[in-house]
């Protein structure tokens, strides 16, 4: 056999791969021995994977997290799912996977089909039937044909053209319904007398508003929480006989912005900065007009160009355990955000809890604070590099899963805080120590490579050993920052689907609609009653937005007698 150096191996072409896998194919089906060339030509191929896997392990990319980036593999970190690595997944058959000269004859026939056919769409795309509304008419209750005007007493009253207008109310699906008012006009003074309207549909709007409370309250949900893009819901509603343009929806959804808006400033200035415990996290997000801008740098008077956007959400729990759930979309971080709520603090408070993941940009620096680091993220490190590392990664996963049905435990008997710490102290602080203590005679004894992935992974819960053992020693201390990531669903939900703000001003109209909803949702009240009361009293609520965060709400309601609810109907 010759030396593997005398060997040089060129790119193999498409038939040398295909022959060479025949030869290897044949040579296994009849129990031959391969070609000393063929042999040095796989024997090449297998130590290029090893190095390639080496490679991008020490990148910090092993070759499960390229799985589960390509979508390959589930994203998901369950233990049992380990055993599946070494899976070969992702072998699609398509036909659009195949070389050119092996895909199906029909295939560029199908494709003109589907051409044809997507054309023909769009040129039926404005054929669908408009539904007529509903007419609703609405006898004066007080006056009728012939009687006397009570304005000036003289004159009598005769029909004259009713009063009307169209008023879209907010049900599934949206439906229309013309309003058409009796009026009588005076044949000596000109006065106009018109019905009164029934009070469920002064409860909706204003004579004359189209759009109803319900209604808007309705597209903000499509759009904030079920991430229902505008134009989605207007291409349903032309199909459906009730045309509402996307336009015209961000128009009532601002409208309904406007009015929560108070409750929101509230929440954000008074509310939140008060709060003993903090979760912050963010996520990417795009407004395509935000280009760059000049920002000061963190604890520095240097300022410098600043292009990252992100979607940063923050849970602030109050002293009364009333979650408020905050979003801004900008040009800044989570740390940065939390900072801005943070400085409205009052002085003479105690240090906040600010549980994170363990980026230096989440760091609070406007104020001591108890900083505490996920411990998912930890448990993640391992993870990832469990089909180089798959025993040691193992072990660490055994560790966590005590910790955690250790955390399970105290929320199934309702401990309080301190019960929880006392708990946690005695079941989950050796295992914590056993976890550090292992990785640091991983590195110590050179096990584990400083730079390779195991050693990375070891590196990171030295690094942050004081923040992810604090719920061991910290009374009330969280564990990890799960809840806040998946508060953050309901924005990467929104970006999958809408993909983009065009301005700064869109997306603060989002912000201010996914924070009410997301903390009305954790109040657990009616988001679509909630929201459509704020806007029947929109000026109760400017005056008084302390009544009206959302775990007060349905007090507040309760509290406003029918006399109240009539003046506030009548301000101007």
Not at 282 to 292: F, P, S
Request: include cysteine.
């Amino acid at each position: 056999m010759k030396d593997i150096k005398d060997i040089k191996v060129n790119e193999l072409t498409e038939k040398e791969a295909d022959d060479l896998i025949g030869r290897t194919e044949d040579a296994i089906n009849i129990g031959l021995c391969l070609e000393d060339e063929d042999l040095i030509v796989l024997l090449d191929a297998f130590k290029t994977c090893l190095h390639l896997q080496e490679k991008v392990k020490n990148n910090d990319l092993t070759i499960l997290k390229l799985k589960k980036l390509l979508g390959m593999v589930k994203s998901s970190e369950k233990k049992s799912t380990l055993t599946d690595v070494s899976n070969d997944v992702g072998n699609s058959t398509d036909n659009k996977d195949l070389p050119s000269d092996k895909q199906e004859p029909n295939a560029d026939k199908d494709s003109d089909k589907k051409q044809k056919k997507k054309k023909k769409r769009n040129q039926n795309r404005t054929d669908f039937p408009q539904k007529k509304p509903n007419v609703v008419h609405h006898k004066h209750k007080k006056l009728a044909k012939g009687q006397q005007c009570p304005e000036c007493l003289s004159g009598r009253l005769y029909k004259y053209l009713p009063s009307q207008f169209t008023r879209i109310t907010g049900h599934s699906p949206f439906t229309a319904t013309i309003h058409v008012s009796e009026r009588f006009k005076c044949n000596n003074c000109g006065s106009y007398f018109t019905a009164e309207l029934p009070e469920e549909v002064r409860d909706e709007g204003e004579p004359g508003q189209k759009y109803a409370h319900s209604a808007r309250s309705l597209m903000s949900l499509f759009k904030f929480f079920a991430g229902y893009p505008f134009y989605r819901q207007a291409s349903l509603q032309k199909i459906l006989g009730v045309s509402i343009t996307a336009s015209t929806q961000f128009d009532q959804v601002e409208l309904v912005a406007n009015d929560a808006n108070p409750v929101y400033e509230y929440l954000a200035k008074e509310e939140a900065p008060q709060a003993p415990k903090f979760k912050i996290d963010d996520t990417r997000h795009k407004v395509i007009e935000l280009k760059e801008t000049e920002k000061k740098r963190r604890n520095s008077s240097k300022t410098q160009k600043r292009t990252g956007i992100y979607c940063s959400g923050l849970i602030a729990k109050t002293k009364d355990n009333h979650k408020i759930v905050l979003f801004k979309t900008n040009i800044g971080h989570a740390g940065e955000f939390i900072d801005e709520i943070l400085s409205l603090r009052d002085t003479g408070l105690p240090p906040p809890q600010v549980m994170s993941d363990a980026l230096s940009s989440n760091k609070p620096t406007v104020t001591e604070v108890e900083w505490l680091k996920c411990n998912v993220h930890g448990r993640r490190q391992f993870y990832d590099i469990a089909s180089s590392f798959k025993s040691e990664a193992l072990y660490i996963l055994d560790e966590y899963e005590i910790i955690f049905k250790n955390e399970d435990e105290t929320k199934t008997k309702h401990m309080d805080d301190a019960e929880r710490l006392k708990y946690h102290k005695d079941h989950s602080l050796p295992v914590m120590e056993r976890i550090f203590s292992w990785c640091k005679s991983k590195l110590e004894s050179g096990e584990a490579e400083e730079n390779g992935g195991l050693g990375k992974a070891c590196r990171y819960m030295l690094n942050h050993e004081k923040e992810l053992i604090k719920f061991c020693y910290v009374e009330g201390a969280a564990i990890d920052n799960n809840e806040m990531e998946a508060m953050l669903k309901i924005v990467i939900l929104g970006r999958k689907n809408y993909s983009f703000f065009k301005t700064a001003a869109g997306a603060a109209v989002a912000n201010v609609m996914i924070s009410i909803i997301a903390t009305a949702h954790q109040a657990s009240i009616n988001i679509f009653d909630y929201l459509t009361d704020i806007q029947r009293f929109r000026d109760h609520v400017k005056a008084n937005p302390a009544m009206w965060v959302p775990w007060k709400y349905e007090e507040t309601i309760k509290l406003l007698t029918p006399t109240q609810i009539q003046i506030i109907r009548e301000l101007p």
